[in-house]
């Protein structure tokens, strides 16, 4: 990039992130008595490894703690009650850099804190109406790499080029004006531009038209994704953003600073840009990378020598690993990576080699290496390790990046195993003491690992790894025996893999209440996961531990459109796929029943984000199926919530169900509210107050039309919650009320 050029693109960015000191956190002197039942997640170790940084609920609310990784000594570092997402000590161990969700919303912002609790400050997100989260640290500790998003100028400055207007759509079509090659991933399904943004109703008109959403929501600019890509639907207690809590990030769209695009309103598009930031506030921001449109820019490392970046971009199914020269913001090389896990890869030692989490021309992932040129630019590319019908999902590395950690997802449970990058050496594997790993740091120079670990038979905990030494929970860790109340133990899942009615295999987990009779078949409650790219995984989930105490059996399927089964799985949901979807959730629920396992008068069906949609559909498409449902932050018209939601969650929508003019006939034909006259049984809806990914008014306006047609229906608006409910007192309120309701309506 020219001199020029680098010049204007920095004059249309808002000014670098400036750190904003705050009271000394509450360190050592702050640390209440700990909760029996908690979950500890989202780890990172200081460069000894001796101590870990990590997120934990025992209070109430995910918090910033440190401890010990072999001793029972931790401190409450940050007391105060915004939600904490993301964690990362610095390589120097002089900072501890976390991401909080501020009155447990959907914005967030970054902060530093000395490992004393000292220091602590703002790094990024701390102006209104803006949004940051965390990148990688340089090698040496100096900076932290942070992403802030902002809302379009109103000026109307935009840093790439306008795509021209999209023609009018075809009223006499069945769906619109699909493009061809919708239901291809590579081809033109980056569906950008169009009318203005919130004027969008269920027939093309504004949002006033019918169904529309209520004034007031939507207004925000970035944060969680509404349908980002978690591996996992467990987060704290089985039901936040991720199996480690931490959510996906900024999970939009936008294909980089040099392409075409606007936002959905036709004029500037949402924006990011990534800068290190010296938490000390000692040097000035220096800006690292930048894109448009619904976004998803993460900085995941930078070389030793800090001439180049590794920038995660571009929208959901098309993002992008891409190689920065930091001295021009040039791109040297681009590579397609999976969705999942942000952190994608690091460089050698030299910079001459990139390691890399990636799809690339594959089914599954992989481990990739790829040899750079001076100046970033690839010059080969080979694959290091990989597995026939698994994801590489997790990947770390030792300091000296000799060595590598894998987590291998198979069939949604995870294998892990370590790599020597430097010999032939086969790979070792490495025993876990539960089904999945949500999470694996390196720490400290003797090559040790530290784990997240969730599974069916515990709350999220973190584990020690000596160098060739077995794992050990951590004394701060929450123990097996004390992850529900004495007399009711967890459930152990068994994997089922249905056949749609088109022959595409599913698959999914079915968890069976205790005390009946072997062969009797019992009432069950179908529960759908978000997305739709997530994967139900085996882990403790406090919600189906309740559901199975009324004695309910919780049937949990991955649909089509889910990850963990190959790339042409996730993909084949898109367009009109997403009514084969819809068909999925019924066959899932026949082939429990076929196999004598649930009762076909006592079903119910339930999920929350895409799965509350996909709910909501299937209580229309197929009324005589279900006796109730429960929908959770899920979209009941596609047209209000492309009107309602962030712009940036707009664009990525765009991409994966369809464009909000150019196919207004196909999202209205998948929308469950153009079908509600079909609804025959009784709804539950559940939203936080806050939720700005799928506003409040989608819940709203589906029991509201529910009522009107005489139906049971009701909506439980739990306050402080945005899209993901992070606060253990609404965690249960929503248990409870979902599993009393499941009871009335199932006849239990």
């Known amino acids: 990039m020219a001199a020029d050029a680098r010049d204007r693109l920095i004059g249309a960015m808002s000014a670098a992130p400036a750190p904003v000191p705050l009271a000394d956190a509450a360190g050592t002197r702050d640390t209440p008595r700990p909760l029996v039942a908690h979950g500890c997640w989202y780890p990172s170790a200081d460069p000894t490894g001796e101590w870990v940084a990590f997120i934990c609920d025992r209070t109430g609310v995910p918090q910033l703690w440190t401890g010990l990784a072999d001793g029972s000594e931790i401190h409450l570092l940050d007391a105060d009650p915004d939600p904490v997402t993301e964690v990362s000590w610095s390589p120097d161990g002089r900072w501890i850099a976390y991401t909080v969700a501020p009155g447990g919303g959907e914005h967030t912002r970054v902060l530093c804190v000395r490992p004393d609790g000292t220091g602590r400050r703002i790094v990024a997100g701390a102006d ?38 999209p023609s009018a759509p075809d009223h006499g079509t069945a769906f619109g004006d699909l ?81 075409g695009g606007s936002g ?78 942000p952190w994608i890869g690091r460089f050698s030692q030299d910079g001459r080699t990139l390691w890399l989490r990636s799809d690339h021309e594959r089914q599954f992932a992989a481990l990739l290496a790829a040899t750079l040129d001076e100046d970033g630019g690839r010059v080969g590319l080979s694959v290091v390790a990989e597995r026939e019908g698994s994801d590489l999902e997790l990947l770390a590395f030792a300091e000296d990046g000799r060595t590598a950690a894998l987590a291998w997802n198979v069939r949604g449970a995870s294998e892990l195993e370590t790599l020597s990058l430097s010999t032939a050496a086969r790979p070792r594997r490495v025993p876990l003491p539960h089904e999945v790993v949500t999470r694996i740091t390196r720490a400290g120079p003797a090559g040790g690992t530290v784990l997240a670990l969730s599974g069916s038979q515990r709350r999220p905990g973190v584990w020690w790894a000596p160098p060739g030494g077995l794992s050990a929970r951590t004394p701060w860790s929450s123990r097996d025996e004390d992850a529900v109340p004495p007399g009711r133990p967890p459930v152990r899942p068994v994997p089922l893999r249905p056949t749609a009615r088109d022959g595409v295999r599913l698959g999914g987990w079915y968890y069976r209440a205790a005390g009946r009779d072997a062969g009797r078949p019992g009432p069950c409650v179908i529960h759908l996961h978000g997305g739709p790219e997530e994967q139900e995984r085996p882990v403790f989930d406090p919600l189906y531990h309740e559901l199975l105490g009324r004695g309910l059996d919780v049937f949990a399927p991955d649909v089509r ?7 042409s799985f996730v993909d084949a949901d898109l367009g009109t796929g997403r009514f084969a979807a819809i068909d999925d959730v019924a066959d899932c629920a026949a082939h429990v029943v076929l ?19 996909l709910t909501m559909a299937s209580l229309v498409w197929h009324p005589e199926l279900f006796r109730t449902g429960v929908a959770v932050c899920g979209m009941s018209d596609l047209s209000t919530f492309f009107a309602g939601t962030e712009p940036w969650i707009a664009e990525s ?3 994966k169900y369809g464009h909000p003019v150019r196919d207004r006939e196909l999202l209205r034909s998948l929308s469950p509210m153009s079908r509600v006259d079909a609804l025959r049984v009784p709804l539950l809806a559940v939203h936080g107050e806050h939720d700005t990914n799928v506003p409040p008014g989608e819940s709203e306006q589906m029991v509201r039309a529910a009522r009107e047609r005489g139906l049971p229906a009701e909506m439980l608006t739990l306050r402080d919650e945005g899209h993901e409910f992070r606060r253990a007192d609404n965690r249960r309120l929503f248990r409870r009320t979902a599993a009393d309701w499941m009871q009335r309506h199932l006849g239990l």
């Open 264 to 341: 959905l309103d036709g004029g500037a598009p949402d924006r990011l840009t990534a800068y290190l930031v010296d938490p000390s506030g000692l040097g000035s921001p220096v800006l690292v990378a930048a894109e448009s449109g619904a976004a998803t820019l993460r900085v995941c490392d930078v070389s030793q020598d800090g001439r180049l970046a590794l920038v995660r971009r571009g929208p959901r199914g098309r993002r992008e690993a891409a190689v920065v020269r930091t001295a021009d913001l040039a791109t040297g090389s681009v590579l397609r990576v999976g969705d999942g896990d």
């Open 595 to 613: 196999d004598g396992l649930a009762d076909p008068t006592r079903l119910a069906v339930m999920g929350r984000s895409y799965g509350g949609y």
């Open 561 to 567: 459109g889910s990850s963990g089964w190959g790339r």
């Open 128 to 165: 209104a109406g803006s949004s940051a989260y965390l990148g990688c640290w340089t090698r040496d500790g100096s900076a932290v790499a942070v992403t802030v998003a902002e809302p379009p100028p109103p000026t109307g400055l935009t840093v790439r080029t306008v795509l021209p207007e």
């Open 179 to 259: 493009p061809t090659g919708w239901a291809e991933r590579d081809g033109p399904a980056t569906l950008l531009g169009g009318t203005g943004h919130g004027q969008v109703g269920p027939d093309g008109s504004g949002p006033d038209h019918g169904t529309g959403a209520p004034a007031g929501h939507g207004t925000g600019v970035a944060g969680r994704a509404t349908d980002g890509p978690v591996h996992g639907t467990a987060g704290p207690d089985g039901e936040g953003p991720g199996l480690d809590g931490g959510g996906s990030g900024l999970d939009g769209g936008g294909s980089g600073l040099d392409g």
């Open 653 to 655: 929508a765009a991409h």
